[in-house]
């Protein structure tokens, strides 16, 4: 988490950048001030800054890295790089996606493509130039801002509503686990609970058997979904394993006492 910001929890005014981080201490710096503290101590005294993105922005985790690439209020485009994988992603929770987690997967704000010194400025005036205008570019690309609007017959509300869209996790996943999932999340929104959880059971079962595999952003990113109903989260959690089969079919009996 080399380079990320952090807020003390008392005071939103003072916000302090980490400049070493190893297994058991911290060490932060807040203008010519570095201070240390045991990690756990460190957790408890400070919260991440919400750091808004920037076209440009590099962030390093434990298994790939993210390059941002447009930034509006709806929503951040990145491009997620993992060895030689590569593929276009987009998340209307950049803060509690990435931001307020870079201490659970060891990350590292890398830094900005487009930012220099003044010295790089001054030796290299046509470079400098150059990557001042092609930063333009990336910064227009977010300039038009991505609206569901109400009443939207292509991505109802019911799929919008907990926080993280359904498709920010299905666009991840294979068809079976896909569905699954899709009724997990609209499960008593849409229609009848146990009908949709039914669904879901089904196409869970067809996944398991093809050996279909959750990722681990779409783990992260179910972690972050807002839901009242605990059975409903702790089957996301479970999505993709046989345990989800004996939970769902559990859960429905129960339903249909």
């Not at 690439?69 to 491009?79: H, I, K, M, T, W």
């Not at 590569?86 to 990435?98: C, K």
């Not at 896909?178 to 059971?201: I, P, S």
Request: proline content about 4%.
């Amino acid at each position: 988490m080399i380079n990320t910001k952090w807020q003390p929890k008392r005071d939103d005014s003072v916000t302090v950048t980490v400049v070493h981080d190893d297994d058991d201490k911290v060490t932060v710096a807040y203008g010519q001030t570095k201070a240390h503290y045991d990690k756990q101590r460190f957790f408890e005294l400070f919260k991440p800054a919400d750091n808004k993105p920037k076209a440009g922005d590099i962030w390093r985790f434990e298994d790939g890295e993210v390059f941002v690439f447009a930034v509006n209020d709806e929503c951040v485009d990145y491009l997620w790089c993992e060895g030689d994988k590569v593929r276009l992603d987009s998340t209307r929770n950049w803060h509690a996606e990435y931001v307020s987690n870079v201490f659970e997967h060891n990350a590292e704000y890398v830094g900005n493509v487009f930012e220099h010194d003044d010295e790089f400025k001054q030796t290299h005036p046509d470079w400098y130039a150059e990557t001042k205008a092609k930063e333009q570019e990336f910064i227009k690309l977010g300039e038009k801002p991505r609206k569901n609007p109400k009443g939207d017959p292509i991505n109802p509300s019911y799929y919008q509503d907990g926080g993280i869209e359904c498709i920010e996790i299905t666009e991840h996943l294979s068809f079976c686990l896909g569905n699954c999932f899709k009724y997990l999340y609209r499960a008593g929104k849409k229609g009848d609970m146990v009908e949709d959880l039914k669904k879901a059971a089904w196409y869970a079962e067809r996944a398991y058997l093809n050996g279909d595999e959750v990722p681990e952003i779409v783990k992260r990113r179910t972690q972050k979904i807002m839901t009242q109903n605990e059975n409903i989260k702790q089957l996301m959690s479970k999505l993709g394993k046989y345990e989800f089969l004996v939970v769902i079919d559990n859960y429905i009996k129960e339903l249909e006492k």
